[in-house]
């Protein structure tokens, strides 16, 4: 599928300013589409919407179809008097251009159960019905969800192999008694989910009504501790007990000299394949529903995939085996038809990577930073990019440019000053103008590459394990000039939609 020329900016909803210890789906994200209508941008990228796993990554949530809790706009849930009008009145403590996870999680998630109570007294008959409505809509995998969230809180968040075994293996009359013996829990995971999708449908249709685009994410893998695995567990490479054998990941690279040791269980494939993909199908089918184009996490995966034994502590001794290929994407497109999908095709390509990729038609992607390295054939430098891609400053992986440019070699910093044009004091707008230039179809710019932060304010560090996700921007630190510069360069490239140019 071909995208039209376009720009926006990658910023997930954590990183929106807000009274409440972390950005949400409120007041604030409605007035940052604003924004980015009023600098001209029709892309807004985010990262997976799914709830935080181990090291508060988005990429390790509960379950590959939930939302994420911490996003409920908790203003909204008082407006409509689920929640006592000084339930808000003492935010957590800290500072506000970090996420603090510790003070956060606590007191949001208590927030939340106090406006599930509000609404078991409170409620209309309207809002029930909308409530009933959707858990039955959504039970396929709402029911699941619910209960693993609540047999995970009951055993202290132990891995769920480790529970009682009629649990682990999913006997009916366990999960029976389970669920009647947690019903309130339940109760309390189906509202919140409910919450989360009534505020993402209508943040949303803001989005549409400012021609702004909203680009998802999809990790290629999920984590172990999930609703999915627990549920399927058919479908992945467990052993009778329930553990992972092999765990994803990939060998030594740019990021991480011992490689990244991700820990997400590796699926069976020929098990997805006897079933059509309908696991997948189902997961870019509710991934569609949220959002109107995907980014697919580690594409290269799918063509052939870094299997590490569950027993080695880092990703150094692994073996390369193939994926589903092309027969996965096949079963999607006849679910789906064509579907908008952007392929994250980065890192040491083999050919087979190189075949699906060209066999799917997917747009690949490019990273500005990584472009100064080499010489004048690499496949980075904007000369050199392809029409039908999607082009970087950089993504949530990488330092800022601000602090990519102070940790930049020599000869790094004399190519890019030559390809520049620039003497370097301002090479994240330097190199947002290059990717605005760009033959790609899409140009896409953090967040903080507009503000020109530094490496204190990167999202997250590949290979190490905490101490990421936390950046938070404030209002304060954008000026008209961010938006007006934004979209004169838009205006300049040819990147405004037609009824705008």
Known sequence: MRFPRASGVLLHPTCLPGPHGSGDLGAAAHHFIDWLASAGQ????????????????????????????LLIDLCELQQRGWLATNA???????????VDFASMVPWRMQRLADAAAGFAEQASATERASLSVFCAEQADWLDDY????????????????????ALATRQPQA???????????????????????????????????????IVGDTPIFIAYQSAEVWARQALFELDAQGRPTVVAGVPPDYFAATGQRWGNPLYRW?????EGYAWWVQRVRRTLALVDIVRIDHFRGFADYWEIPASEPTAEHGRWLPGPGLALFDAIKAALGPVPLIAEDLGLLSPAVKDLMAATGFPGMAILQFGFAGDATDPFLPHNHRQHSVVYTGTHDNDTSTGWWASATDRERHHA??????????IAWALIRAAAASVADMTIHPMQDILVLPTDCRMNLPGSPSGWWVWRFEWHQVHPWHAQRLGDLTRLFGRLPASAA
């Not at 619910?146 to 769920?160: G, H, I, R, T």
């Not at 020929?270 to 006897?274: D, Y």
């Open 146 to 165: 619910a209960l693993f969230m609540a047999l995970s809180e009951a055993s202290d968040w132990a891995d769920w192999c480790d529970w009682a075994p």
């Open 270 to 274: 020929p098990a997805h394949a006897a």
């Open 88 to 98: 808000l009145a003492t935010p957590p403590a800290g500072n506000p251009q970090r």
């Open 175 to 213: 999960l029976a008694a389970a669920a009647e013996q947690h019903a309130a829990r339940l109760h309390f995971f189906r509202f919140c989910q409910w919450c989360f999708f009534r505020q993402w449908a209508a943040l949303r249709a803001h989005a549409k009504s400012r021609g702004v685009r």
């Open 42 to 69: 029709t892309l807004w990228q985010i990262l997976p919407l799914g709830g935080i796993g181990p090291g508060n990554s988005p990429y390790m949530s509960s379950s590959a179809f939930a939302g994420n809790l």
């Open 417 to 426: 000053r030559a390809y520049l044009a620039t003497d370097g004091h301002d």
